[in-house]
């Protein structure tokens, strides 16, 4: 009989992305010792409005290492509040940066970090998993551009599930979805490698279980442990292989209609891999081995109701006139993606999501 191999397509490629990572409850304790190994001896700590509590214990574990906080991060990285923050760093004499919060905080010590090369100590808050990507979104004048360099990458990052606990109860669900979606894309990316896709499986798994269970009891520690476990696992997906559709068209509807970024991802996914999933049945079959699961984009758009996520995109600021507008932008740009771009299906799945409906495989 024939050897077929299961594990390994060939050829690949895989790079290791250089990230320090300490994972648990009440790691946050190691900023300290985190600096030292670093040689940060003039920190500036970097945080949203939900976290001046928290930036000022880290600013006391700190001591004498902390020389400013900036709590003024927005998301989407506006390059202005970059440079506020860039001209308080010069003045300091920074030479670290601690960012504690989600996405948008990691974004603003990204965007330092990118023009200034200052090493950066991360605690993320929420399950967007930024801190594990080389990539950098930044926006001026209204327009989004994303771009890649090691220079951002940060040097350590702390996931303390502590600072998850009080993260809500409906930011948590959609911000687990947007973490599954990157390891969804993993699976199908052009640059896909057995390795990555074995970390996007584990990272599905244990977030498909843990979000609704963290949605019934934002209080289960283990389930949001499992989460922040399955983040950080997508973040790794994303900073290491290419996205397609899914990624693609959440960006583009987020910068066009200024949609929030979670929300939109939750909501796309199950209707973006339905569109895919004729043309990846090795996925799809790895996907319902993994879940136990007959028909995935359901089941992730039954998480998406039990989560409490909206359920269409007319519900988070899309105005039904911009469904040409989202169609033209998606067909105008072409990238890869496992399946071509076909106008009427993609418009079929745009209304899709626009109105909230189950998703149809194939489409
Ligand atoms: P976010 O950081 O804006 O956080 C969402 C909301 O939750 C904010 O209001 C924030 O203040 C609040 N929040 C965060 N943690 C909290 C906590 N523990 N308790 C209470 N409230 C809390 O959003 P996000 O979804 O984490 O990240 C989205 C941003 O990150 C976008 O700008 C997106 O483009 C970017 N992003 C970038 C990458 C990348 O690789 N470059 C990857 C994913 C997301």
């Not at 790691?27 to 940060?40: F, Q």
């Not at 923050?85 to 990118?114: E, F, P, W, Y």
């Amino acid at each position: 009989m024939t050897y077929q191999a299961t594990h390994s397509r060939l050829p690949f490629v895989y790079e290791a992305l250089p990230t320090r990572v300490i994972f648990g409850s009440g790691t946050r304790s190691a900023v300290s010792d985190e600096a030292i190994r670093l040689n940060m001896s003039r920190v500036l700590i970097l945080h949203g409005p939900p976290h001046i509590g928290m930036a000022d214990q880290l600013a006391s574990q700190l001591s004498e290492r902390h020389v400013g906080t900036f709590g003024g991060a927005r998301m989407h990285t506006p390059v202005d509040v970059t440079e506020v923050a860039l001209a308080l760093a010069v003045r300091l004499r920074v030479d670290g940066i601690v960012a504690i919060g989600g996405g948008s905080t990691t974004g603003l010590a990204k965007a330092l970090a990118l023009r200034t090369d200052l090493p950066q100590i991360v605690l993320p808050t929420t399950y967007a998993g930024s801190e594990m990507t080389p990539i950098l979104g930044e926006t001026e004048d209204g327009i989004k551009t994303t771009q890649r360099s090691l220079k951002v990458l940060p040097e350590t990052v702390i996931y303390d599930v502590d600072l998850t606990m009080d993260l809500p109860s409906g930011i948590s669900g959609v911000s687990g979805m947007n973490a599954v979606a990157h390891s969804v894309e993993a699976l199908y990316a052009r640059e896909a490698n057995p390795v990555i896709s074995a970390l996007a499986l584990q990272s599905i798994r244990a977030l498909v279980k843990a979000l609704p269970a963290i949605h019934a009891d934002p209080g289960n520690r283990s389930a949001r442990s499992d989460a922040l476990y399955g983040a950080w696992l997508a973040g790794i997906c994303l900073g290491s292989v290419g996205m397609a559709l899914h990624h693609k068209l959440c960006h583009t509807l987020g910068g066009t209609f200024d949609l929030p970024h979670a929300e939109t991802h939750a909501i796309v996914l199950p209707h973006a891999l339905a569109y895919n999933a004729p043309a990846i049945p090795d996925v799809m079959a790895k996907l319902r081995d993994a879940l136990g699961i007959a028909d995935v984009p359901s089941a992730l758009h039954e998480v998406n109701r039990a989560i409490g996520a909206p359920r269409g995109l007319s519900e988070i600021g899309m105005p039904e006139d911009g469904i040409e507008q989202a169609l033209e932008q998606a067909m105008a740009n072409p990238y890869w993606n496992p399946r071509a771009l076909e106008r009427d299906s993609l418009h079929r799945l745009i209304v899709r999501t626009y109105h909230g409906d189950a998703p149809i495989v194939g489409n």
